[in-house]
């Protein structure tokens, strides 16, 4: 692991372990929020289940090196001219085969097989990024819209409040009846953006339960996001490193370079022992042994194709490795540059709300004198709403962003965040069956197994 490497890991687990006040003790935190989704994902369990049938794409290529012992149970009667004569005749028969050489086809086939594994569990890394950045967007939603909510009944207080001595001046006639209606049109509007804000809160609450698998409660300030890179090339040559996408592309690669070397040996024999062992209707035992080559003449052309489309594939494999390289490196720039913009809407907005609130103050105070009027009131409020909302939005695009940018290294995963959360072993049920055993035997393996399906199907809920 890089220096950089485990500095962004030490920064991820420091932002985790940081809540800010005694309130987030008994909120849901950010951290919470990430393991609830990790363990409730179908996603998840959906892509875990693609692994292990993966898994089982070496078991059977192991498999196939091993020999194949079959029976056949036969009943005859002979038939001359459509008239059946004698009685039917029964026999038992055993066939043994063992393969003994096939050019190296097999060894191939198995490493081809641990190839394409280990490219499923990079896919279901990326998966597991997802799902982490899903829920992470769904939290920061959940708590940006109940904050425009907060500032939208706010906002409909204070208008609310400015109509009411909008309506007393004009009793008095020290302003028009224009004035008490800009003021009631601008409630009617405060109104109608918080009825908005409310469904849209509404929205992001489903959108939680979607990504995390429960309605939201109380949700406690994020910690501060974690520290990435110290440049955006820092940051594309880490992702280059560790993005599963891009291992993933990699491994596709070799897979379909080893397939190649397995269509080319398709045109060479294979070499068997062989074993059959006959018992007749009268008791009666007979039996073979030999040694069988077998080897392809005339296939109507149907191997060099297989050739040509194994080349092709391994060419579109190395196009898709160029073009997920490009899209990380890309991806890494584009939430870079997210970051950066939200770091300057902050502090641009901070600014906006000093001067905003200030000017505001102002104008009241000279309206209350008569130098303003109630539409300048009006105005000088709806700039410090939406300067306050713009802090909000700036805020919670800057904690995504970060984690974005983190995901966009390869590096938003569970492990990395140091969630404290039970993780999904790949390794486990590979060891269990990449040896092919029988479920049925009672060796250790096999009952190994049988309990590893077990606590997969339990914990599946099925």
Request: proline share 3%; charged share 20%; net charge neutral.
């Amino acid at each position: 692991m890089t220096y950089a490497l485990r500095r962004l890991k030490l920064s991820a687990i420091t932002a985790f372990s940081l809540f800010v006040s005694p309130v987030s003790l008994q909120a849901e935190t950010l951290a919470d929020a990430l393991v609830s989704a990790y363990e409730n994902s179908g996603l998840l369990l959906q892509n875990r289940a693609v692994l292990r049938a993966a898994d089982e794409g070496v078991a059977q290529a192991v498999a196939s090196l091993r020999p194949t012992l079959t029976y056949i149970l036969q009943s005859t009667r002979q038939h001359v001219n459509n008239v059946p004569v004698g009685d039917f005749t029964e026999s038992a028969t055993l066939q043994l085969r063992l393969p003994i050489y096939q050019f190296g086809r097999g060894r191939l086939a198995i490493e081809a097989q641990k190839e394409t594994v280990l490219a499923t569990r990079d896919a279901l890394v990326s998966v597991e990024q997802q799902v982490l950045l899903r829920a992470i967007q769904a939290y920061m939603n959940v708590r940006r819209d109940a904050q425009f909510v907060d500032l939208s009944h706010n906002n409909v207080r204070l208008i609310t409040e400015e109509l009411r001595a909008a309506r007393d001046r004009f009793e008095v006639g020290e302003i028009t009846r224009t004035d008490v209606s800009l003021a009631e049109a601008r409630l009617a509007s405060a109104r109608a953006t918080l009825a908005a804000r409310e469904g849209n809160f509404q929205v992001s609450r489903e959108e939680y339960r979607a990504a995390i698998g429960d309605y939201p409660g109380q949700l406690a300030t994020p910690p501060r996001a974690p520290s990435v890179a110290s440049s955006v090339q820092a940051a594309q040559n880490l992702a280059v490193q560790n993005h599963p996408d891009l291992k993933r592309a990699q491994r596709d690669v070799t897979v379909a370079e080893m397939n190649i070397a397995i269509t080319e040996r398709q045109m060479l024999p294979t070499v068997s022992a062989t074993a059959n062992g006959v018992l007749g209707e009268n008791g009666s035992q007979s039996g073979t042994l030999g040694l069988q080559i077998t080897g392809p003449i005339y296939q109507g052309g149907q191997l060099k194709s297989l050739q040509r489309q194994a080349m092709a594939q391994r060419d579109a494999s190395r196009a898709l490795l160029l073009i997920a390289g490009q899209t990380v490196q890309q991806n890494v720039g584009n939430a870079w540059s997210q970051l950066s913009v939200s770091h300057a809407q902050i502090q641009a907005s901070n600014r906006a709300i000093s001067a905003s609130r200030a000017a505001w103050e102002g104008v009241r105070e000279e309206a209350r004198l008569g130098a303003r009027t109630t539409l300048d009131v009006l105005n000088a409020e709806q700039d410090l709403l939406d300067a306050r909302s713009n802090l909000v939005s700036a805020q919670s695009d800057s904690q995504v962003a970060a984690y974005n940018l983190l995901a966009s290294m390869g590096l938003l995963t569970v492990e990395h965040l140091n969630l404290g959360v039970q993780t999904y072993d790949p390794a486990d049920y590979y060891a269990a069956v990449s040896g092919a055993p029988a479920r049925r035997a009672t060796s250790e393996q096999g009952e190994r197994l049988d309990a590893l399906l077990r606590s997969i199907a339990g914990g599946n809920g099925n």
